[in-house]
C-alpha cells in the first residue's frame, strides 16, 4: 500500500458467532417494520433527535470521502407550506398523464395521489441534495466521485437512522425537484436535489399498502456462487 497516514482499528467489536446470527437477525426484524408512511402526526420532533440521524447518515461511505451530500432539514412551518404547494403542483400534472398510463398503473397499489398534505404535517422535511465538487472539507471544490451511489448510501444511512430512533419515514420524489433549490437556497451549479424524506410520528389512523408488504424473497434477490 501506498505511504499514507493511518490509525489502528481500534472500536471494530468481534461478537461470538451465535450472537452475530442473533444480531443479524434482529436488526432483520427491525427493517421489517420499517414502512413507508404517508399519514404523518404533527407531534413535534426534537431538533437533537434530527441532528443526530444526520450525523449518523454523514457516517456513510463515500467516493474518496468526499461526503458529496448536503441535508435541509425544514422545520419551518412557512417553507414546509412553499414545498407542499410547489410540490402538488408538480404532482398534479403528473397524475393527471405526464407520468404515462404504465407509471400509473406501478402507483395503483399503493394509492397515491397529488394531495401532499403530509408535506405540512409532518413536522420535518429533510431535502437531501447531492453536490457535484466539493472534497473532505467543506469548503473544497474538487471533483467528486460516485455522487449518486455515495448519496444513495448517505440517504439510506438517514432512513434507517429516523427508523431507529422512533420516527415513521416517506421518501418523496416530487419530479423535478429543482424548486427545492431554490427554496432551500442551495448552489444551483453545484448541488442537486436528490431525495425529499419527510419524517415524524405516523398518524394514528396511518395505513400501508398491502402491496409494499411484499418483499422479494431471499433466492430472488440473491444468488451465491
Ligand atoms: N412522486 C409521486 C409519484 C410516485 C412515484 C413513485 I416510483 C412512487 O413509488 C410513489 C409515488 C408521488 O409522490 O406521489
Redesign the pocket.
Known sequence: MQEHASVPLEDFIEYPASEMLKRARDFYATCRRRHSVRAFSDRPVNRELIETCLRAAGTAPSGANHQPWHFVAIGSAEVKKQIRAQAEAL?QS??QGR?GEE?LQ??KP?G???N?SYLEVAPWLIAVFSQKKGGIHASDKQQNYYVHESVGLATGFLIQALHQSGLATLT????PMSFLTEICGRDADNERPYMLIVAGYPAENATIPEHALVKKELNEIASFL
Open positions: 404532482e403528473f397524475y407520468a407509471w406501478a402507483l399503493l397515491t395521489d397529488a401532499k418523496h420524489t416530487p419530479k
